[in-house]
Every structure is written in C-alpha cells, then in structure tokens.
C-alpha cells in the first residue's frame, strides 16, 4: 500500500457483545479481531461506505449510525505497510440484533468469520489499535 487509504468501520452492540470479524496475519501467524467494514469509494460519504460494506458483507441493512471517532491507524499485514484514516461508527441495526449471540456468519465477499464477542472477552487483539479503547467507551 503506497498510498493512505480511508475506510469506514462499525461497531454493532447487543448485551455486552460486540460483532466482530477475525482475521490471521499469514506472514506473523497473529489471529486478531477487525471491525467490520471498507474502503470510502471517491465520492461516497463515510456514512454511506458503512452502511455499502455492511450490506455487501453481511447482507443487512442498518438502521441509525454515530460516528464516534475518526483515527489513524499505521500498520504493517502481511508483510506490506499500510496507512489508513478510519471512521469508526456505532451502528444499530434490527438485521444485525436478530443474530443470536452463538452466530457464527462468513463475510459473504471474501469469507471471513464473524461473531459475536463479549466486549473484552477476548485475548486477541483487536484493529484498528483504538478499536479497543472506543469499544469500552461505548460499551460503558
């Protein structure tokens, strides 16, 4: 990635739990969390990437969205660097709450597992690096 890429990501709430996508890093062999979402297209507001990748990823539709922070977040995947300017929202979404808590779904456009996960619950970490903070807050 040579270039600084902007991306919108949510964070959907139920019970203490967030909904959440895990991923490995194939080069190191870290498993870790990600929030779920993508990249801002030229010309698409942050707000309607959001609600695009949740559509294409999980097929739901979400109801109200608050952007709660924007970060920047410069990491090295896969061996490559990469520079992002996330937008980080809550989400709402009655597709989303019908999920029970023991779902196990798959990203439908590339595969990965998504599930439920007690808010810091978790021994992986989860990116962006202030997802975990944010979350807290928000969960609080």
């Known amino acids: 990635m040579s270039s ?10 139920r019970s203490g739990h967030i909904l959440i996508l895990d ?13 779920i979402g993508g990249g801002i297209e030229f010309g ?8 695009r990748e949740f559509a294409e990823e999980l097929g739901v539709t979400l109801g109200s969205v608050e ?5 920047e977040n410069i990491f090295e995947f896969e061996g ?7 937008h980080v929202f809550g989400v709402d979404s009655a597709d989303i709450d019908a999920f029970p808590l023991d779902v196990q779904l798959r990203v439908l456009d590339e595969g990965s597992p998504v ?8 021994d992986r970490p989860i990116y962006p690096a202030e997802a975990a903070r944010i979350i807290n807050a928000l969960v609080q």
Do not use: C, Y
């Open 44 to 51: 698409e507001t942050a707000e309607a990437a959001l609600r």
């Open 80 to 86: 490559r660097p990469g520079h992002e300017i996330v």
């Open 4 to 13: 600084i890429r902007n991306i919108s990501l949510g964070i959907p709430v």
């Open 115 to 122: 599930h439920w996960v007690l808010s810091g619950g978790s």
């Open 67 to 71: 952007l709660l922070e924007v970060v």
């Open 23 to 35: 991923g490995t890093d194939s080069v190191t062999g870290e498993n870790f969390h990600r929030l």
